[in-house]
């Protein structure tokens, strides 16, 4: 199982960004997603999760509200739509899979990880 994070990049403080993962190779849909992020010099943390079918979604406090998270199961995508982005959301974004079950917000759920994608806000 692979997984391709994409879509980080440097954006104004206020603005968004939309980040994406593909999955591929042996994965079905029954997979909870997550995303992460680890700030320079801080440990990684969970961000947003949604469960296989996407009717559960479990967000940390600093992603309520300004963050969505959906999937595409057809095309076995997750997406992360980032908005009124803050300095402090500077970080490396990490996607990665998990059994179906809660979601969770431990690390240690997971199986899978992509690489991460850089997201930089400027004030």
């Known amino acids: 199982v692979q997984l391709q994070a994409s879509g980080g990049g440097l954006v104004q403080a206020g603005g968004s960004l939309r980040l994406s993962c593909a999955a591929s190779g042996r994965i079905s849909s029954n997979y909870n997603m997550a995303w992460f992020r680890q700030a320079p010099g801080k440990e990684r943390e969970f961000v947003v999760g949604i469960s296989w079918s996407g009717g559960s979604t479990s967000f940390a406090d600093s992603a309520k509200g300004r963050f969505t998270i959906s999937r595409d199961n057809a095309k076995k995508t997750v997406y992360l739509q980032m908005t009124s982005l803050k300095p402090e959301d500077t970080a490396d974004y990490y996607c990665?899979?998990?059994?179906?079950?809660?979601?969770?917000?431990?690390?240690?759920?997971?199986?899978?990880w992509g690489q991460g994608t850089q997201v930089t806000v400027s004030s």
């Open positions: 990665a899979a998990g059994l179906a079950g809660v979601v969770e917000s431990t690390q240690n759920e997971y199986l899978y």
